[in-house]
């Protein structure tokens, strides 16, 4: 298996405009999570789904920030419009659903988001 | 609110030796808790998950301990390795989910 997929890996872009990324999580895992990382804040969880279905969007920032997972292979995270403050790395991670216990997520490898 | 505190510190140890991070936590009572390590640059990679009822976890050279009491966990590198270092995070969850929040991680550096 590839592991979890992100894109892109970098994504450089000004203020104001509209920023998607992209995720494909492991064939299989039940769950989806989109975390945000930063120096100042850690690791932060934005949003989770299970079987496709948003559970928990307590962590999303502001309005700005919207999350979909159309289907179990493919889930976007999108800011519009994007601020300086959302730089940060995003990380994409999945999990097996092993009877609704919690168990290892599996993350990807981020993408770098700079707003200048 | 919910607080985890790991060692804000970098932990420096010669190779051999063993190294031990804490993570404490207040305002929470996790059903589990995990461990992982990230490199600069990757994402984090899962290393161990306790659950609240057990007190002790080994893999390899690696061992957790959780005291609920103390609202603390253990993390054990032994015969640490200069290829340990690495940053390493506490993560927490809850009965209710998958819900989980990260401690800022502790800095490992291990010197041949």
């Known amino acids: 298996d590839a592991g979890v997929i992100q894109s892109p890996r970098h994504e450089v872009t000004e203020m104001g405009q509209e920023v998607t990324l992209r995720c494909k999580p492991i064939?299989?895992?039940?769950?989806l999570f989109w975390y945000r990382q930063t120096m100042m804040r850690g690791l932060e969880l934005l949003i989770y789904f299970n079987n496709n279905v948003p559970i928990d969007d307590s962590g999303m920032p502001e309005d700005r920030f919207s999350a979909k997972m159309p289907n179990a292979s493919f889930s976007t995270l999108k800011i519009q419009p994007s601020e300086p403050r959302d730089s940060a790395v995003y990380f994409c991670?999945?999990?097996?659903?092993?009877?609704?216990?919690?168990?290892?997520?599996?993350f990807g490898p981020g993408t770098r988001l700079t707003v200048l | 609110s919910q607080k985890i505190e790991q060692n804000s510190e970098a932990l420096n140890i010669q190779e051999g030796k063993t190294a031990t991070l804490t993570c404490n936590y207040t305002?929470?009572?996790?059903?589990?808790l995990q461990w992982y390590r990230q490199d600069p640059g990757r994402g984090p990679v899962f290393l161990l998950l306790i659950r609240e009822n057990e007190k002790e976890k080994r893999k390899e050279r690696l061992k957790v301990t959780f005291d609920t009491t103390l609202k603390q966990s253990l993390f054990h590198i032994t015969a640490s390795q200069p290829a340990d270092s690495a940053t390493y995070l506490c993560?927490?969850?809850?009965?209710?989910?998958?819900?989980?929040?990260f401690g800022a991680g502790t800095r490992l550096f291990v010197k041949a």
């Open positions: 064939s299989g895992h039940d769950y």
């Open positions: 305002n929470y009572s996790p059903a589990y």
């Open positions: 993560a927490l969850a809850g009965t209710g989910g998958f819900k989980t929040i």
């Open positions: 991670a999945s999990s097996p659903g092993l009877a609704g216990k919690v168990v290892e997520q599996f």
